[in-house]
């Protein structure tokens, strides 16, 4: 057992917090609650909390303790009193608040990961009952008996909500069998990188009965997430919604919707089932949708769908993102209703007003919905394509208006509507003639991030670029999204370009290689930042140049190491990543957003050194200066294309740079950006891990 003092919260603190209670207790009820659009609880408790910068909570304590008493206001240490039957999933959480201007708070939370069974026995009474599954601790998910892992008892996570500049201290406790780490993913840990979560970068894992307290600051709004960094951990369950909001005066979509609720937002996942990784099985909603398996019709009632209620007349900002493991992108819409996308990544968008929009893993869309149809209930669809569309996987969840029967199913199938605008868009893609373009495209639904319409480099720079940005184009690329934010440098900023490739081998014995600058990532035996000073860069790391100097030609040779792409930091950094595979792949760095200024498609690549021909013959192009450049931690590179991304190296540290496609990072798809020299890099404490 490890007990120790918080150093953020120490005791004389809490002696002062104990003091400034009752003042505080006397302010409670004059805290005006007027302009709490959300329906959160809203309690003289709440506010007493949010007035104070310095108050920690544990949830599962507040039932147990009297308004106001001290107990409730330190974080645990001591965990020789383990009480897990009373976990809670923050409903009640203090941090779960309207946010208001010179009210941050510090927020404490503990993740509990651990073995669970889907369709486990605590799910008896909710194959029959659909209001029993919540209360049983039940996961459902599509009803076919499997080992997942979860976090607290639910798949997703319980989901964190925070106010931007929050101090988060969450102790995660892993109860598996296996180590793990806990990745805050669009947080980019700038002053505490050892709580990034890489394991073996910024951190040594948790090992099983072990806790390891992160502790960070919120310094951004925006649609986050948390999941493991371990393994295949996250399509196995632990991952959860990281939210973070701004207050209504840093908000600059705060007009634009009525209610931001947490039971809309979506986690959108693809599983297998027992340990068979290589399979898809189904996609499910957060965590529940219908079983392709049996032959019920969509709208049976026996299937467990998620459902968002609505109340007709409002405007509802909801959050969807990809935990993705397979190459499994999807589609996502709702049934006669538009969307109205403000954000990507966390990170706000000039709106586009559109039928659907795609996702790659990790990404994420935040949109508003407005409820102005007929008050009955809609089908939310998700569509999977490439891994997915092979085995026809598509999922629902309902979208239900107050006023329907509350365990009403929508009328028809699920990919109803979306079949018959895929319909439109093919025609689109293939049309014979101008009459029938014009006709397929006056029909086309708007649609955003299609993996499958791509600007190619062959129209030319000018063609590729107004193709890529064209505003009444009703395929929307990501490239063409426009940031709330003019680009941070100034015009005719020199970029230093690092060159970059995903690709695929097959070795020898059979086994598929995924690549990074055509080697195989092998992960490091020291974490990578907190033991800098133990090893020989030269020695330890291997990347692209390093190898050519060795003699090796990789396009050749079986290169498997541990790939470390320097960049020197505080300089304006240029990435372009070619893609030599003809599926799509989400690219991802950790500590660093980047804007997305080029994406599109090339045709056969197989050499970065063409990808540096075209782009010195000019036929990469790039978005103008003046163009709002989309914000964003994950993008697709599309099929034997490229993206271009830059950024700021203001961030000296170890980030992880890889594909989300679980599949792909963990046979090789993964590689190490080392940003400033050791000297650069923040000092990093040792912990007492409890
Ligand atoms: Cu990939």
Redesign the pocket.
């Known amino acids: 057992m490890c007990v120790r003092e918080s150093k953020s919260f120490p005791r004389i603190l809490i002696i002062f917090l104990v003091l400034g209670l009752a003042q505080a207790l006397t302010q409670a009820d004059t805290q005006g609650t007027a302009d709490r659009q959300e329906l959160l609880f809203s309690t003289a408790e709440e506010t007493l909390f949010s007035t104070d910068k310095a108050k920690i909570d544990w949830p599962w304590s507040r039932n147990k303790t009297t308004k106001g008493t001290p107990a409730g206001l330190i974080l645990k240490n001591d965990y020789s009193q383990m009480d897990i039957a009373s976990f809670s999933d923050f409903e009640r959480h203090p941090c779960r608040r309207v946010c208001q201007q010179g009210q941050t708070q510090s927020c404490y939370y503990q993740l509990v990961v651990h073995n669970y069974q889907r369709l486990g026995p605590e799910c008896q009474r909710c194959q029959f009952d659909e209001r029993a599954c919540a209360a049983e601790h039940c996961i459902y998910g599509d009803g076919v008996a499997s080992p997942v892992m979860a976090v607290n008892r639910k798949i997703p996570g319980p989901a964190i909500e925070l106010c931007e500049n929050d101090t988060v201290v969450v102790d995660v406790l892993n109860y598996l069998g296996e180590p793990t780490t806990m990745h805050w993913h669009g947080l980019n840990m700038v002053d505490t990188p050892q709580m990034d979560g890489a394991a073996f970068v910024t951190q040594y894992p948790v090992q099983p009965g072990e806790v390891q307290r992160y502790e960070f600051k919120a310094d951004r709004g925006g649609s986050l997430w948390y999941h493991s960094h371990m393994g295949w951990q996250r399509g196995f369950g632990v991952a959860g919604h990281l939210i973070i909001r701004k207050t209504r005066q840093a908000n600059q979509h705060a007009h634009l919707y009525d209610y931001d609720l947490v039971e809309h937002a979506l986690m959108v996942q693809d599983i297998f089932y027992d340990h068979e990784l290589q399979t898809v099985r189904n996609i499910l909603i957060n965590g529940k949708g219908r079983n392709h398996l049996n032959q019920l019709p969509d709208n049976d009632n026996r299937h467990r769908y998620e459902r968002l209620r609505v109340t007709p007349g409002y405007r509802y900002r909801m959050r969807v993102l990809l935990n993705g493991i397979a190459?499994c992108p999807v589609e996502f819409s709702i049934e006669q209703h538009k969307l109205l996308i403000i954000s990507t990544d966390g990170n706000d968008i000039e709106p586009v007003l559109a039928d659907g929009f795609f996702l790659t893993?990790a990404e994420r869309f935040d949109f508003v919905l407005n409820a102005n149809q007929l008050a009955k209930s809609y089908w939310i669809s998700v569509r999977g394509y490439e891994q997915c569309d092979g085995r026809k996987l598509y999922q629902g969840a309902v979208l239900s208006y107050r006023g329907a029967t509350r365990t009403e199913l929508p009328q028809g199938n699920i990919l109803g509507s979306t079949q018959s605008r895929t319909l439109v868009a093919d025609n689109l893609l293939k049309p014979t003639n101008s009459s029938e373009q014009s006709r397929a495209l006056s029909a086309a639904p708007v649609l955003v991030n299609d993996y499958r319409i791509m600007p190619t480099i062959a129209a030319g720079p000018e063609a590729f670029l107004r193709l890529a940005t064209a505003e009444k184009d009703n395929n929307v690329g990501t490239v063409a999204l426009r940031s709330l934010q003019p680009v941070p440098w100034p015009r005719n900023t020199r970029f230093r370009t690092y060159y970059s490739s995903?690709s695929l081998r097959r070795a020898p014995n059979g086994e598929l290689l995924?690549q990074i600058d055509e080697i195989s990532y092998i992960p490091p035996d020291i974490s990578l930042l907190q033991g800098r000073n133990l090893f020989q860069d030269d020695g330890y790391f291997c990347n692209r140049s390093s190898l050519v100097a060795q003699g090796h030609n990789c396009q050749q040779d079986l290169c498997e190491c541990l790939n470390v792409i320097r960049m020197p930091a505080y300089r304006p950094i240029e990435m372009v990543v070619a893609n030599y595979?003809t599926?799509?792949?989400?690219y991802h760095i950790h500590g660093n957003s980047f804007r997305l200024v080029g994406q599109g498609v090339v045709g056969n690549i197989d050499d970065l050194r063409n990808i540096q021909n075209l782009d010195r013959q000019g036929r990469l192009p790039r978005l103008p200066d003046h163009y709002h450049a989309v914000l964003k931690d994950s993008v697709q590179?599309p099929g034997l294309g490229f993206i271009i991304v830059r950024f700021i190296s203001d961030n000296p540290g170890f980030w992880l740079y890889?594909?989300?496609?679980e599949?792909?990072?963990v046979q090789g798809?993964m590689a190490v950006l080392k940003i400033g020299e050791d000297y650069q890099m923040k000092q990093v404490p040792a912990r007492l891990r409890c």
């Open positions: 190459n893993s995903f995924f595979m599926n799509t792949h989400p590179i890889h594909c989300h496609v599949a792909h990072a798809m």
